[in-house]
C-alpha cells in the first residue's frame, strides 16, 4: 500500500514541552515557518504577513465562534457528569434561526448515562422543590459514530437555553491544554461573530485587528466564510488505511460575496491563501461540483494526499497533531514527507506546537 495511505506514516513524536499551554501575546508575536511547496523554508513572525504576502493575495478567514459549550452537572446519585456539546439537533417545528434544545453531546461518564437517563444542573445538593426551576437534559439516544448522545434540554418556563448556556458554560480548550492560563476570548479569534464552533480555528488566532489593517492597507484583502469546528475535526483516525476514514459533517457557509471576490482575485492573477483548515475545507467542499458556487449546510469532506485543489492556493496553518485528518490535509498540499521534514525542523527549532502554538505559511511555487 501506498505510504501517503498509511496512518502510521503520520506519525512523529514531540516534546511535552513544546505543546503551548497559553497564548502568544501578542497575537501577533508567534513564529511563522514560511515554506513553498518543494524546498525552501524560511522563519518569520506572524506580524510579517503582509510582507510575504502580495498585494491581490486573497485571505479567507472563517468566523466562526467558540461556544460555551463545556457543562457540568450531576445524576440523581450524585454522580458528577461533564457534557460538552458538539451540535445542534434541529427539530420539525423549529424556525431556521431558533436556537435547538436538542443537542448531539459527548458524555463522561458515557457508560452510565443510557437512554431514558436525566442530568441536572446546577448544585446536587438542592431542595426538591427547588429542581423545578433547573435545567436539566434527558438522553434520548446514543450517537454511534460519535460514541456520543443526543440530549433533550429541558429548561424552566420563562427561560432560554441560549441565555443559560453563555451564564454556565464554559468555552473547551483542548484536552493537551492540561495548565491554561488565558481567558476564553484568547481562544476566539478577533473576527469571530458566527456563534457554533466548540473549538477555535486556531490558526486565525494569530491575527489582531492592527495586522488585518495593515494587510489590508498593502493590497491583501479578506473575506469571510463559516465552517462550526466539531467532532469532524478532531475526531481521530482510526482505520490503518486512511482512505477508510468517514469524516463527521460539520455545518458550513460559504456566501456569494466570497465567491465573487475569490473569482475577482483568481481572474486578476492573486492567490487564494485559505486560513486554516476550517476554511480549506469550507471552500473545497463548496466546490465539490467542480464549480464554486454558494453553499449552506454539512461539509464531511476529507483530504489528504492524492487530492485535487479547486480553490486554494496557498494555507496558514498551525502545527497539529500527530495521525490527524488535519495533518493528511496539509499533506494534500505539500507532501507528506515534506510535511513531516518540516516538523522535525520545527520541533529543533523550538516552535510551540497545536492550538495556542505558532504557524506556518505555505506559498505556491513561483512561476
Given amino acids: 500500500m501506498d505510504c501517503d495511505r498509511l496512518l502510521t506514516a503520520y506519525d512523529y513524536t514531540l516534546p511535552e514541552a513544546q505543546i503551548a499551554q497559553s497564548p502568544s501575546i501578542p497575537r501577533d508575536s508567534a513564529r511563522l515557518l514560511v515554506v513553498n511547496t518543494t524546498t525552501e523554508q524560511a522563519h518569520a513572525v506572524f506580524r510579517d504577513l503582509p510582507d510575504l504576502l502580495q498585494p491581490g493575495d486573497l485571505l479567507v478567514l472563517n468566523n466562526t465562534r467558540v461556544l460555551p459549550a463545556r457543562l457540568h452537572g450531576y445524576k440523581l446519585s450524585g454522580l458528577p457528569v461533564e457534557v460538552l456539546l458538539l451540535e445542534p439537533q434541529p427539530s420539525e417545528s423549529m424556525a431556521v434561526n431558533d436556537f435547538s434544545n436538542r443537542w448531539l453531546a459527548l458524555v463522561k461518564p458515557g457508560r452510565r448515562l443510557k437512554p ?72 476566539q479569534t478577533v473576527y469571530s461573530d ?55 459533517a460539520e455545518w458550513a457557509e ?25 476554511a480549506v475545507r469550507a471552500l473545497e467542499g463548496a466546490a465539490q461540483t467542480g464549480m464554486l458556487q454558494p453553499f449552506y ?64 505559511l505555505i506559498l505556491p511555487d513561483a512561476g
Fill in 297 to 360: 449546510g454539512k461539509i464531511d469532506l476529507f483530504i489528504y494526499p492524492g487530492y485535487h485543489w479547486r480553490v486554494v492556493d496557498g494555507l496558514i496553518t498551525n502545527f497539529h497533531l500527530p495521525k490527524s485528518s488535519l495533518m493528511m490535509l496539509v499533506s494534500a498540499l505539500i507532501g507528506r514527507q515534506r510535511l513531516l521534514d518540516l516538523y522535525q525542523l520545527a520541533i529543533a527549532e523550538g516552535y510551540r506546537f497545536y492550538s495556542f502554538g505558532d504557524a506556518m
Fill in 194 to 248: 458566527r456563534p457554533g464552533a466548540v473549538a477555535a480555528p486556531t490558526a486565525g488566532l494569530h491575527f489582531t485587528p492592527e495586522l488585518l489593517q495593515e494587510l489590508q492597507e498593502h493590497g491583501i484583502d479578506q473575506v469571510f466564510v463559516t465552517l462550526h469546528v466539531g467532532v469532524g475535526t478532531f475526531r481521530p483516525v482510526e482505520s490503518e488505511d486512511i482512505t477508510q476514514h468517514q469524516m463527521h
Fill in 116 to 187: 431514558g437517563t436525566q442530568i441536572w444542573f446546577g448544585t446536587p445538593d438542592a431542595e426538591p422543590e427547588a429542581m423545578a426551576n433547573r435545567v436539566s437534559a434527558r438522553v434520548l439516544a446514543t450517537d454511534v459514530p460519535t460514541s456520543g448522545r443526543i440530549l433533550q434540554f429541558e429548561v424552566p418556563p420563562g427561560e432560554s437555553l441560549k441565555s443559560w448556556l453563555y451564564q454556565v458554560g464554559q468555552v473547551p480548550l483542548p484536552p493537551y491544554i492540561t495548565n491554561p492560563t488565558a481567558d476564553s476570548e484568547q481562544y
Fill in 254 to 278: 460559504v456566501p456569494m460575496e466570497t465567491i465573487e471576490q475569490i473569482r475577482k482575485t483568481k481572474a486578476q492573477g492573486g492567490r487564494i491563501i485559505a486560513v486554516g483548515t476550517t
